[in-house]
């Protein structure tokens, strides 16, 4: 069974950092494209930024483009998510899921091309 973990949440003032943890048990991380979502409450889960199975295609959303980057350790079994100037919208439970594709290419961020998806973690920022 596909399980996902994520982790590295926490209470950040505005302009910090955090680095958020997707891990994989179960199955080899390195076959699946992974998508970072997250839900604010009383909205919709959105897709946040989404990176292939190599590693060399990342895609992110435009609110945060220039601040969030994945990466990914294959070797690990684990795909990341390094936050930075953060701001008390990006307030949210940050979640991570797979996506099987052709080639490995990251789909595009929505819900339904994703699956696996992990317990989310929360992240709130806020001074």
């Known amino acids: 069974q596909l399980q996902l973990v994520e982790s590295g949440g926490g209470l950040v003032q505005p302009g910090g950092s955090l680095r958020l943890s997707c891990a994989a048990s179960?199955?080899?991380?390195?076959?699946?494209?992974i998508g970072w979502f997250r839900q604010a409450p009383g909205k919709e889960r959105e897709g946040v930024s989404c990176?292939?199975?190599?590693?060399?295609?990342?895609t992110d959303a435009d609110s945060v483009k220039g601040r969030f980057t994945s990466s990914r350790d294959n070797a690990k079994n684990t795909v990341y998510l390094q936050m930075n100037s953060l701001k008390p919208e990006d307030t949210a439970t940050y979640y991570c899921?797979?996506?099987?594709?052709?080639?490995?290419?990251?789909?595009?961020?929505?819900?339904?091309?994703?699956?696996?998806w992990g317990q989310g973690t929360q992240v709130t920022v806020s001074s």
């Open positions: 990176i292939s199975t190599s590693g060399g295609m990342r």
């Open positions: 899921a797979a996506a099987r594709t052709v080639g490995g290419a990251c789909p595009q961020i929505v819900l339904r091309n994703f699956n696996s």
């Open positions: 179960g199955f080899t991380l390195g076959y699946y494209a």
